[in-house]
């Protein structure tokens, strides 16, 4: 785009002041330069005659859940959706697994193994390692024990061989926008080996956290609307579940209304002193700066992380090099995120859906 005459390479003051603060822009579709827009996600754009038209084609579902009579069915149900989730983003050649070693990427891994192992593919998966800077960080050892079970290669990166910001001037390192990434030289060598293996497809594990935060909502909104037998039906269900209704958001309704009384403020810390005062100034950064921590605080539960602003950079972040890959991230299919967020809040505790499945 900026290689056209008539686009201006006049930069975006908000997105840079965003990118100082936060890493990333809190404005769906900003980029660096103030002319250039980014197509929102979950949006598609019409050009007509009468000008440019946004339209949103789908929006996740809220207070909406499925009722089972027994917590298998859930499980059945999930295992169905996520296992269609990661088989159809497998290409038939060889591929790249992120493994954390942790209960998400190692279950994608999993059924990864078990799906190449009948059509004939090659997986490879690779991890970062923090031993020799932070001792009791395991997740090597994890990701070991993962792939040796499941007959994986794996590839170790030790982050400690790479100071922050390490070949930052190399331009192979250059990204179209900036880059809130100190170890991007370990990303861009990670990605290089990935691709010189043969690998054109990385998974990854991302969202799966998001996926099992919750609903801290939906209780709350059956209180306030007067749906007192559901309420009490499925408080029933969730406290037989659970052993209690921890994990319910009523705990946090009741208390709201004191906690207004004291206004009492959302945690933050305080605004960076070393901005420049005009420039702050003109881009509002106090207002950006109380509106992000306001959402950081509120915006817990899953359906709240999806509404963050700046949720849909997780995956920009990984294509910002030039390496000839696609990543994939299975538990953002859509199927999957629908059917989380209408499973009742005992499923989600201690990612029980995915133990079980699993």
């Given at each position: 785009?900026?290689?056209?005459?008539?686009?201006?390479?006049?930069?975006?003051?908000?997105?840079?002041?965003?990118?100082?603060?936060?890493?990333?822009?809190?404005?769906?579709?900003?980029?660096?330069?103030?002319?250039?827009?980014?197509?929102?996600?979950?949006?598609?754009?019409?050009?007509?005659?009468?000008?440019?038209?946004?339209?949103?084609?789908?929006?996740?579902?809220?207070?909406?859940?499925?009722?089972?009579?027994?917590?298998?069915?859930?499980?059945?149900?999930?295992?169905?959706?996520?296992?269609k989730a990661v088989t159809e983003r497998i290409p038939p050649t060889k591929i790249a697994l992120e493994l954390s070693g942790g209960m998400d990427s190692g279950s994608i891994a999993a059924v990864a193994a078990a799906h190449a192992e009948e059509g004939g593919q090659k997986i490879m998966a690779f991890t970062n390692t923090c031993e020799d800077l932070i001792p009791e960080d395991k997740e090597g050892q994890f990701a070991k024990m993962i792939a040796s079970h499941l007959g994986i290669p794996l590839q170790l990166s030790a982050s400690g061989d790479y100071p922050l910001f390490d070949r930052f001037e190399s331009p192979a390192l250059h990204t179209p926008e900036p880059f809130s990434n100190p170890a991007l030289a370990q990303h861009y060598d990670k990605a290089k080996q990935m691709v010189d293996s043969g690998c054109r497809v990385l998974l990854s594990g991302q969202v799966g956290d998001t996926l099992f935060a919750g609903s801290n909502t939906y209780f709350p909104h059956l209180l306030k609307s007067g749906k007192w037998i559901r309420l009490l039906a499925d408080a029933h269900v969730h406290r037989?579940?659970?052993?209690?209704?921890?994990?319910?958001?009523?705990?946090?309704?009741?208390?709201?209304?004191?906690?207004?009384?004291?206004?009492?403020?959302?945690?933050?810390?305080?605004?960076?002193v070393w901005l420049n005062p005009e420039f702050a100034e003109r881009v509002k950064l106090k207002d950006r700066w109380l509106t992000i921590w306001q959402l950081w605080g509120e915006l817990t539960d899953t359906y709240g992380q999806l509404q963050r602003p700046w949720f849909d950079s997780i995956f920009g972040s990984y294509e910002a090099l030039k390496i000839p890959w696609v990543v994939r991230h299975p538990y953002s299919d859509v199927r999957l995120v629908e059917f989380m967020l209408r499973t009742p809040n005992y499923m989600h505790y201690n990612k029980r859906l995915l133990r079980e499945a699993m």
């Open positions: 785009l900026l290689a056209h005459p008539k686009v201006s390479h006049e930069l975006n003051e908000t997105f840079i002041a965003d990118f100082l603060l936060f890493g990333a822009s809190i404005e769906q579709g900003a980029t660096v330069y103030k002319h250039i827009k980014r197509l929102p996600a979950a949006h598609y754009m019409v050009v007509g005659p009468n000008g440019i038209r946004l339209n949103r084609y789908w929006s996740a579902p809220l207070h909406q859940v499925v009722r089972y009579s027994r917590a298998t069915e859930y499980t059945e149900h999930f295992a169905s959706i996520f296992e037989n579940n659970r052993g209690s209704l921890t994990g319910t958001g009523l705990g946090e309704a009741v208390k709201a209304p004191f906690r207004k009384l004291r206004r009492k403020k959302h945690w933050q810390p305080e605004l960076p």
